[in-house]
């Protein structure tokens, strides 16, 4: 089993940047592949970003390619989102998820991932 916890989180004026960090429980961190989701208010929840468990491979939503990098430390059972030009439209609740040996064809899809986190708020004022 995984356990998730999201961090970095904040109230950011558009324009500005954050990093959202999002550590894991277990030992077997560098089997999953992780990803990003986001729920904006009164929207469903809806793909941002995602690496495979090898890192080799990353996948971005358009709404976000360009600005958001997703990276990982499997040393120390991480994730990371630099979050760059923020716009108000990104705001929303941030979920990290972990799919176990996940496949790029995949990532992009919820419902294959095993594990979420609580979920950290990012605000980002106009």
């Given at each position: 089993q995984v356990q998730l916890v999201e961090s970095g989180g904040g109230l950011v004026q558009a324009g500005g940047s954050l990093r959202l960090s999002c550590a894991a429980s277990g030992r077997t961190f560098s089997s999953y592949s992780m990803g990003w989701f986001r729920q904006p208010p009164g929207k469903?929840?809806?793909?941002?970003?995602?690496?495979?468990?090898?890192?080799?491979?990353?996948?971005?939503?358009?709404?976000?390619?360009?600005?958001?990098?997703?990276?990982?430390?499997?040393?120390?059972?991480?994730v990371y989102l630099q979050m760059n030009s923020l716009k108000p439209e990104d705001t929303a609740v941030y979920y990290c998820a972990a799919d176990f040996h996940g496949a790029t064809i995949f990532l992009r899809v919820r419902d294959r991932y095993d594990y979420w986190g609580q979920g950290t708020q990012v605000t980002v004022s106009s």
């Open positions: 469903e929840r809806e793909f941002v970003a995602a690496i495979t468990w090898s890192g080799g491979s990353t996948v971005y939503a358009d709404s976000v390619k360009g600005r958001f990098t997703i990276s990982r430390d499997n040393a120390k059972n991480s």
